[in-house]
């Protein structure tokens, strides 16, 4: 599936009140990211900020810097700026940040780039705001994450839903041609288990990150419930993000 800006935005609107209590998946992803995190910033921007979590904890670390978040749902910025009211959160896209060339020492987005298929202008638009010098640290999803739900949908007979992931040479390419200077791109699976096929699928749709369900019968539902359950390990029920961790320098 390739999702439109409106159609992701109506998405998380829906998942914002709640994204905190399921989005255990990605808060732990976003903990890989925030040990990148440079000892000094003075201006940063947390980009698909959701409810601006990690943004409160950017304001937190770099307590004198001017930390904004910017996400495209206007539900989760209102979540957001209801949670911090003390620091700053705009509705935005990442197709066309509101800030000047040259301004930003550190950009950190968790998860939000997979959910932009232009990755060219994306990272020239990442590109153009950080100052020389300044990092950008990304985490976003790769090909082979939510296997798992792909197939069961697949094998009852339903369109999947999960989102067509780009290759890590699209994301590399993307970002020579934005001219950073110096990158590392790492890709790693990372796995999740959850108690119940209802934990799993809600731990993806109850956040927003899919286009919905769609229309399924009993009949399908069932069996992707049982399909999900084949997977059970003593752990619970695998969930797979293939995860890419990018740190870029201007
Ligand atoms: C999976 S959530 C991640 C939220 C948060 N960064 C976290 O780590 O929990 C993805 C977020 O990216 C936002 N997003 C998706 N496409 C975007 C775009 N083009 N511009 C800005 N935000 C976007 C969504 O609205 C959503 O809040």
Redesign the pocket.
């Known amino acids: 599936m390739i999702a439109a ?1 409106p159609e ?2 109506r998405s ?1 609107d829906r998942g914002a009140a709640r ?1 905190r209590q399921l ?1 255990q998946a ?2 732990r992803m ?1 903990t890989l990211l925030w040990q990148k995190c440079p000892q000094t910033a003075d201006t940063v921007l ?5 409810p601006g ?2 943004t409160a904890r950017l304001a937190e670390s770099y307590s004198d810097a001017s930390v904004l978040g ?4 206007p539900a ?1 910025v209102r979540q957001a700026r209801h949670s911090y009211p003390e620091i700053g959160f705009v509705q ?4 066309s940040l509101p800030l000047q060339n040259n301004s930003l020492d550190l950009l950190f ?4 780039l997979q ?2 298929p232009d990755l060219r202008p994306l990272l020239t638009g990442i590109h153009r705001v950080l100052k020389p010098g300044g990092r950008a640290l990304i985490t976003s999803l790769l090909p082979g994450s939510l296997e798992e739900i792909h197939q069961a949908w697949s094998q009852a007979g339903a369109l999947s839903r999960v989102l067509n992931f780009q290759p890590e040479a699209a994301y590399q390419k993307a970002v020579t041609a934005a001219g950073f200077s110096h990158f590392h791109l790492e890709a790693s699976p990372q796995v999740f288990y959850y108690p119940t096929s209802r934990d799993l699928l809600q731990s993806v749709t109850g ?3 899919s286009g919905g369900a769609g229309f399924l019968s009993k009949d399908q539902y069932r069996r992707i419930h049982q399909q999900l359950e084949q997977r059970r390990t003593p752990q619970g029920l695998p969930l797979t993000y293939q995860l890419l961790v990018m740190e870029l320098i201007k």
């Not at 910017?70 to 749902?73: A, P």
């Not at 935005?92 to 197709?95: C, E, K, M, Q």
């Not at 987005?109 to 939000?112: D, E, F, K």
């Open positions: 800006a992701v935005r998380f994204y989005a990605q808060a976003g947390d980009l698909g900020s959701g979590h990690w910017l996400d495209l749902s989760m935005g896209n990442a197709y987005s968790n998860l939000a959910w932009c956040i927003g990150a």
